[in-house]
C-alpha cells in the first residue's frame, strides 16, 4: 500500500471538476463525486477511482449541454482535427521537479493551459509513481484544490484557461526513498471541443530529496607555500530515517578562482563512504589569494548543488 494511505481526507468532503461549468449548466449538485473514505483514510487506488469519477462527470455535464446535444442531432461527422482541446505550458514548481526535505510539509505546484473551447467543463491534474496507473501503481495523489471543491482553472482571455493544482506532501507520512525519481502527471481537460484531453503521462517530472553541500577552505589566513585543505560534505533527506545522511560515491567538482574572477573547475572526485560518507578533502598549496568551492551537478533523484565560496587570504 502507497504511503500516501495514510493521509487524511475530510469526512464527506465533496470534490468536482470544473464547478463554474457545471453550475452553469444546472448539473453542479447531480454531479457530484463523494468519497467512499468516510473513515477519514484512502489509498492510492481510491485516489485514483476519484479522480476518474470526476472525470466521467465533467464528460456528463458536457455531453447534457445543448451545443453537445445540437452536434449529437446533427447528421454531419465532426473533423476531429479541427475541434481539439489542447494542454500545454505544464510545469512543476516553475521547471520539472519538486524537492522534499525530511520534516517539513512542502507545497508541489503544478500549472498549465488549456485551450480550444470557450467553454471549460472540468480539468484536473493528479500527480503518480509507477509502471502502469492501473495496473502498477505505487503512489496517487489528488491535488488540494480536487478536495477542497475548488476550480484550478480561471479564463485567461478568448478560449484559453490557466489552471493550478497544488499538492501537499508530507515527507514523515507520505513518503519513502524508493519515491525519489520519476513521477507522472496524470491530466484531464474537458471542453466544448469535439475530442478532449484524458492522459495517464502528460509529463514525467522528478521528485526528489532535498540535498545540503558545505564547504571550507582552511586555514585562513595561511602563510604562502603552506596547505590549504578545502573540505565539503555532501548530503541528502532520508525519507525512511527522516535525517540528512552523506550521499556516497557521487561525483563532486572543485572549483577556484582569484578573488575578482570567475570559478572554473579544477578536478573532479567521489565523495566518500563509511565513517565519511558524503565527504570530499582536497589540498591545494597556498600561492595567492583564492576562492574554494564544491559543486554538485545532481541526479535524477537529488538536486544539484553549488557550495558557497570559500576564500583564503594568502600572506
Given at each position: 500500500m502507497s504511503?500516501h494511505?495514510?493521509?487524511?481526507?475530510?469526512?464527506?468532503?465533496k470534490?468536482?471538476l470544473?464547478?463554474?461549468?457545471?453550475?452553469a449548466?444546472?448539473?453542479?449538485?447531480?454531479?457530484?463525486?463523494?468519497?467512499?473514505a468516510?473513515?477519514?483514510?484512502?489509498?492510492?487506488?481510491?485516489?485514483?477511482?476519484?479522480s476518474?469519477?470526476?472525470?466521467?462527470?465533467?464528460?456528463?455535464?458536457k455531453?447534457?449541454?445543448?451545443?453537445?446535444?445540437?452536434?449529437a442531432?446533427s447528421?454531419?461527422?465532426?473533423?476531429?482535427?479541427?475541434?481539439?482541446a489542447?494542454?500545454s505550458?505544464?510545469?512543476?514548481?516553475?521547471?520539472?521537479?519538486?524537492r522534499?526535505?525530511?520534516?517539513?510539509?512542502?507545497?508541489i505546484?503544478?500549472?498549465?493551459?488549456?485551450?480550444?473551447?470557450?467553454?471549460l467543463?472540468g480539468?484536473?491534474?493528479?500527480?503518480?509513481?509507477?509502471?502502469?496507473?492501473?495496473?502498477?501503481?505505487k503512489q496517487?495523489m489528488?491535488?488540494?484544490?480536487f478536495?477542497?471543491?475548488?476550480?484550478p482553472?480561471t479564463?485567461?482571455?478568448?478560449?484559453t484557461?490557466?489552471?493550478?493544482?497544488?499538492?501537499?506532501?508530507?515527507?514523515?507520512?507520505d513518503?519513502k526513498?524508493?519515491?525519489?525519481?520519476a513521477?507522472?502527471?496524470?491530466l484531464?481537460?474537458?471542453?466544448?471541443?469535439?475530442t478532449?484531453?484524458?492522459?495517464?503521462?502528460?509529463?514525467?517530472?522528478?521528485?526528489?530529496?532535498?540535498?545540503?553541500l558545505?564547504?571550507?577552505?582552511?586555514?585562513e589566513?595561511v602563510?604562502?607555500?603552506?596547505?590549504?585543505?578545502?573540505?565539503?560534505?555532501l548530503?541528502?533527506?532520508?525519507?525512511?530515517?527522516?535525517?540528512y545522511?552523506?550521499?556516497?560515491?557521487?561525483t563532486?567538482?572543485l572549483?577556484?578562482?582569484s578573488l575578482?574572477?570567475?570559478?572554473?573547475?579544477?578536478?573532479?572526485?567521489?565523495?566518500g563512504?563509511?565513517?565519511?560518507?558524503?565527504?570530499?578533502?582536497?589540498t591545494?598549496?597556498?600561492?595567492?589569494?583564492?576562492?574554494?568551492?564544491?559543486?554538485f551537478?545532481g541526479?535524477s533523484?537529488?538536486?544539484p548543488?553549488?557550495?558557497?565560496?570559500?576564500?583564503?587570504?594568502?600572506?
Open positions: 504511503q494511505s495514510r493521509k487524511k481526507l475530510t469526512t464527506g468532503k470534490v468536482t470544473g464547478v463554474g461549468a457545471l453550475a449548466s444546472g448539473l453542479a449538485v447531480g454531479l457530484l463525486v463523494t468519497p467512499s468516510t473513515a477519514g483514510q484512502t489509498d492510492a487506488a481510491e485516489a485514483l477511482e476519484q476518474k469519477a470526476a472525470v466521467a462527470d465533467a464528460s456528463a455535464a455531453d447534457a449541454a445543448p451545443k453537445a446535444k445540437a452536434r442531432a447528421s454531419a461527422e465532426p473533423d476531429p482535427t479541427a475541434d481539439v489542447v494542454v505550458g505544464i510545469t512543476v514548481d516553475g521547471g520539472n521537479s519538486a522534499v526535505g525530511t520534516t517539513n510539509t512542502q507545497t505546484t503544478v500549472k498549465w493551459k488549456v485551450s480550444g473551447g470557450s467553454t467543463y480539468s484536473n491534474a493528479a500527480i503518480w509513481r509507477g509502471t502502469d496507473r492501473d495496473s502498477g501503481l496517487f489528488n491535488s488540494e484544490e478536495y477542497a471543491d475548488t476550480d482553472c479564463s485567461s482571455g478568448g478560449a484557461f490557466s489552471c493550478t493544482a497544488t499538492f501537499k506532501i508530507d515527507p514523515q507520512d513518503l526513498n524508493e519515491d525519489a525519481g513521477w507522472k502527471i496524470s484531464c481537460a474537458i471542453t466544448e471541443a469535439t478532449d484531453v484524458d492522459t495517464d503521462n502528460a509529463k514525467t517530472w522528478y521528485l526528489k530529496r532535498w540535498s545540503r558545505s564547504n571550507n577552505a582552511a586555514p589566513p602563510a604562502k607555500d603552506k596547505t590549504i585543505t578545502i573540505t565539503g560534505k548530503e541528502r533527506a532520508n525519507w525512511d530515517t527522516h535525517k545522511a552523506g550521499y556516497t560515491q557521487q563532486v567538482r572549483q577556484a578562482r575578482t574572477g570567475s570559478y572554473a573547475t579544477t578536478s573532479s572526485h567521489i565523495t563512504t563509511g565513517s565519511q560518507a558524503g565527504v570530499e578533502k582536497q591545494r598549496k597556498a600561492t595567492t589569494d583564492r576562492c574554494y568551492r564544491y559543486k551537478e541526479t533523484t537529488t538536486p548543488l553549488t557550495a558557497t565560496g570559500d576564500c583564503v587570504d594568502v600572506r
